[in-house]
């Protein structure tokens, strides 16, 4: 969703390449409060025109909607993406005016984001820096910009501390209309949609959710285009668009309908960026570390776009669309088929929806029977032996050639190949985290996300524990189905995982996950929960099996019972255990598998596209396709 820029420091928003003066003030800006601004609606619009706006409002490199104009001839920027800007200025003078600029514009364009800002001063006459704590002698100037750059980060959470008064917006509230998104007063209408309903009575809204709303629009337009620019379905050729409203996402009216949030954050980037920046960085050269730093941040970006693009188009190759029938998403499980909305002229939107692909993060909304197929792919996606696909355009392949040439080849991690195909491979693409909360269809989206995100760093943790006991590095998963907020999911997970024997297997490695849904949730695995068929079972698993697998008692005597009347064995699924077997049927009637590695293979590669690391193409004249 971001605009990628230039990989090395440039002046201005400008392609020419800087070095950073011998002295000066490096300015660090950090948004806070990025999650509860774009998930404050209940519209996919709002949530991805807010996240485009906070993408804008640190690109240096755009003129016309970013914030080009603002940067001095001589500020040399070093980072521009993710909600974060670091430049280096000339002067302290130079630093204040920017830094009162910048943060005018963004209370004009985004007043409910909170600006944190951090001066760092360096070189021969830079002024000594402020005190630690009461009592600390007060520390001596930075010597040079690497070394300001090693202070920006403390300096960033010592202001997030001292967050007075005067940071809080303060909106004058007079009599007026109540904007339908936020509650402050309306200032605009946004004439696509009515007013509770109301046919002929536009939505009354606040002036920056409107502007966020054309933003959304603008970006939604070139993104579904060149996402979807000549994606093969299964059989059709319908014209398909990424819904805007979450009504759209696959359901089925009449039915009780959930979606997903599904949050994807790769695992251990700070780590990976001070490495690389030690590797890469040139000593006798000022900046040259923080330069590399930048252009492997924006490879990594180019990886999350490239992902976005992937599962869009992996979900677009499994559509049915035949003549006179409605348009599906077909596969196993309990959930198929999956009904997809057709509009008046026969558009299909697909039931799946990046809202936030910016740095490292993927955040997407999606028909929650999709969510852990969904899950699946991406990790198999990322996962894809570089020099298989053999593609330097491919951004796993850049990413992974990058990171090898740093390591010297020497570091990789290692990814068995699935049993009785390829053999296992190296790879330097980051193993990533996966965080997913089911939701009902209405329930608002900033719920989902910080439920999401939650299972996400649960999913983390456990991997860093994993790793401190010394098991390879692998990707983490974590769902839930819950959604009465986040201590009360996280207390149940914590319970649930002391339980003797543990009452879930969540949170999961990558392999891990496979495993559980290739036995538990296999159509074609034998004894799985929805073998021969499916869930005629279903009854006796969550009246008779789950009580006594909650309670910690041994169901040996119940799975004779149920062999005894039904004369049929009661199998349960190859190595099963309590944990995961509960939760396998927590997520029974919600998973389907509609073979997207079938229906487009992880190996193929993906071009680059329109920011040269995985974004859309562009048309014949820049224009997005």
Known sequence: MTRASEQRPRRRGGTTPARPPERGVVVGVDLRGIQAY?????????????????????????RRHGIADLVPEDCVVLRDAGGALTAVLPDPAAARAFTARYTRLLRDRAGDLTPVVAHVPYGPDAPAGERRTAGDAVEEAARGVDEALERLPARLRAARRRMSALHTPAHGYGITAVCSVGGGPAESVDSSRAQDDRAGVPERVAADVARARGIGRRWHRAHSAAWLAGAATATGRPRLELPMEIDRLGRDHGDLSRIAVVHIDVNG??????????????????????AAQRGLSTRIAGLTEGLARALVRAVAATVRADPGRPATVPGSGAAAPLTLHRSPTGTVRLPVRPIVVAGDDLTVLCDARLALSLTRYALDWLDADPERIGVAADPRVALHRELARAHGGVGARTVAGPPGTHAAHTTFVPTVGVGVAVQPVGAPLSLGYDLCEAMCRRAKDHRVELMERGAPDDHAVAWTTRFDGVDRVLRRLDRARSAAPPRTALPMTGTAFADFLDRYLSAGAPDSLLADGGTRHRSWLVSSLVPLLESGVDPSAELHRRTRVTGVPAALPRDWTPGALLDAVEVLDLHLNPGLAAALEPHRPHDRGRTGVGGPLPGPTGAPA
Do not use: K
Not at 269 to 290: F, K, N, Q, T, W
């Open 38 to 62: 774009v998930y404050s609606g209940r519209r996919i619009l709002d949530a991805v025109g807010r996240a485009a706006l906070v993408a804008e409002l640190t690109d240096t490199s755009d």
């Open 269 to 290: 980037l700070g780590a990976i960026l001070g490495e690389y920046r030690d590797r890469a960085g040139d000593p006798a050269v000022p900046g040259s570390g923080a």
